[in-house]
């Protein structure tokens, strides 16, 4: 999905990861990762255990550095700025500001647990300047009645299901308005008859247009929401592609063996 931007420029990509790699000690995590998501498109990333697939979302909202590449959203480098013709590393409150505009949804939630439901997605808008603290209240209700927990405005996240509680994350992502979203894993932490309220709010964030990156096991869930499936392996693109073709029909022996033990 594109729009005219001027002097006939197309939009920038929603998301360009060039040639990152990422290494601990002698341990490459990422090796080479070349991706590039459109505006409004769903990608979703499968792989096994240890293959990299967090550790991408990180770097893309710079909570890793990488040792190689960079990544940029909407055309902006993430965590540098291009100087001279060379990159430079930003400072910390620049990069606070960067990632403001890309939303994360962990596996753990990650709530306040001493604010109500409704002061934890109201705390950012407030926090970087972009509402009043009754503007931000305002949002955080219009988005707590999105993903179907208006009634849990004054609950705390002790109070509520790990379902709830990873809506509650949902909602508190959205309040930034960000240009796009990641989501680590967002029902792994999750007992399995919690998995669907929170996987039909995604669907509905992605039939919206949202632009979304969400690494996750649920294969199925892959194939009915996603534009695009990416499988890594080692810290490498093995395989992308429609669902239908990576998941139905995929090129490579790697990505049929692992889709052979976890269909």
């Given at each position: 999905m594109t729009t005219a931007h001027p002097r006939g420029q197309a939009a920038p990509a929603a998301l360009e990861?060039?040639?990152?790699?990422k290494w601990y000690g002698a341990h490459r995590v990422l090796d080479g990762i070349?991706?590039?998501?459109?505006?409004?498109?769903?990608?979703?990333?499968?792989?096994?255990?240890?293959?990299?697939?967090?550790?991408?979302?990180?770097?893309?909202n710079h909570l890793e550095k990488p040792e190689v590449g960079h990544v940029s959203v909407g055309g902006e480098p993430i965590?540098?700025?291009r100087h001279g013709g060379r990159l430079r590393e930003l400072g910390e409150r620049a990069i606070?500001?960067?990632?403001?505009?890309?939303?994360?949804?962990?596996?753990?939630?990650?709530?306040?647990?001493?604010?109500?439901?409704?002061?934890?997605?109201?705390?950012?808008?407030?926090?970087?300047?972009?509402?009043?603290?009754?503007?931000?209240?305002d949002l955080?209700?219009?988005?707590?009645?999105?993903?179907?927990?208006?009634?849990?405005?004054?609950?705390?996240?002790?109070?509520?299901?790990g379902g709830q509680q990873q809506r509650v994350a949902i909602a508190r992502a959205l309040a930034l308005r960000p240009?796009?979203?990641?989501?680590?894993?967002?029902?792994?932490?999750?007992?399995?008859?919690l998995v669907g309220e929170v996987l039909a709010v995604i669907k509905d964030l992605a039939s919206s247009g949202t632009t979304l990156v969400i690494v996750t096991h649920e294969i199925g869930f892959a194939?009915?929401?996603?534009?695009?499936v990416v499988f890594i392996d080692g810290g490498r693109i093995v395989e992308q592609g429609p669902p239908g073709q990576v998941l139905d029909s995929p090129r490579h022996e790697r990505t049929r063996d692992f889709l052979g033990k976890v269909l």
């Open positions: 990861v060039h040639n990152v790699h070349d991706l590039t998501v459109r505006p409004g498109e769903v990608t979703v990333i499968i792989g096994p255990s240890g293959s990299g697939k967090s550790t991408l979302l990180r770097v893309v965590g540098v700025k606070l500001a960067q990632r403001s505009r890309i939303g994360f949804v962990f596996q753990n939630f990650n709530l306040f647990p001493h604010l109500t439901v409704l002061d934890n997605v109201a705390a950012a808008p407030v926090a970087t300047g972009r509402l009043t603290g009754p503007a931000a209240r955080a209700r219009e988005l707590l009645g999105r993903v179907g927990l208006g009634d849990k405005a004054a609950a705390y996240p002790r109070q509520l299901s240009g796009i979203i990641l989501f680590d894993e967002p029902t792994s932490a999750l007992d399995p008859e194939r009915e929401v996603a534009d695009r």
